[in-house]
């Protein structure tokens, strides 16, 4: 079975405080992905990584880093936090074959005060 | 513009009646469609997907339907189980470039009634 782990269900953080969120797989997948989940607006891409030290930007970058050093583990940060930023990330990872599916960690719950 | 589009946000179905869940999306290009399931508090669950040179495929209670003329696709749950009750996501992707980016719908909330 695929795991995903990500380091923290909830995470509260004060305004401009710089906020890390780290991601973990086991299976030795490729490409890595950041999502944030917001009530009405689905699952949007924040970031991607398609291989080691390798990086795109997803649909709302904004105010957000990715870094990958290590194929197992995918950080996304949070430069200075904003209370817009408060929202549901959810990391997934997947192999870089045509049709395969991507499997998602359980999530951070982070609320920016 | 939201390319991948679920319009009912909720849906309510009695325990072994069948559930249809329904995703319309935009762009002929998607070659790819899936289906997660999520539940409150944990990641989306993948559940089961459809290539676009089929237009069926089935994994036991689940089946999806795709129809490309109509750019439209469907979840199919029968018998619909209380189990089942959870937020699903429909979602595409378009392969190129290094990775393929998944493309999801705002969700649909099933409840299905004992």
């Known amino acids: 079975d695929v795991k995903v782990t990500q380091s923290s269900r909830y995470l509260v953080k004060r305004t401009g405080e710089k906020v890390f969120l780290e991601c973990v797989q086991d299976m030795d997948h490729e490409n890595m992905f950041w999502y944030r989940q917001d009530p009405g607006l689905g699952l949007r891409l924040i970031y991607f990584?398609?291989?080691?030290?390798?990086?795109e930007k997803g649909d709302i970058p904004e105010g957000y880093s990715v870094s990958r050093e290590k194929k197992e583990r995918f950080s996304l940060i949070l430069e200075s936090a904003s209370t817009n930023q408060t929202s549901m990330y959810l990391c997934?990872?997947?192999?870089?074959?045509?049709?395969?599916?991507?499997?998602f960690g359980d999530g951070t719950r982070l609320s920016i005060l | 513009d939201q390319q991948v589009k679920q319009n009912s946000p909720s849906l309510s179905v009695q325990e072994g009646r069948i559930s249809i869940l329904n995703c319309d999306y935009t762009?002929?290009?998607?070659?790819?469609f899936l289906w997660y399931k999520k539940y409150p508090a944990e990641g989306p669950t993948f559940l089961i997907s459809i290539s676009s040179i089929k237009d069926k495929n089935e994994d036991g209670r689940f089946t999806v339907f795709l129809n490309k003329s109509a750019k439209h696709l469907s979840l199919h749950i029968v018998p619909s189980q209380p189990g089942d009750s959870a937020v699903y996501f429909c979602?595409?992707?378009?392969?190129?470039?290094?990775?393929?980016?998944?493309?999801f719908g705002t969700g649909t909330l099933l409840a299905v009634q004992p």
């Open positions: 979602a595409a992707s378009l392969y190129g470039g290094a990775t393929n980016k998944l493309i």
């Open positions: 990584s398609y291989d080691v030290k390798m990086k």
């Open positions: 762009n002929s290009m998607f070659d790819y």
């Open positions: 997934a990872s997947r192999f870089d074959r045509v049709n395969q599916p991507q499997h």
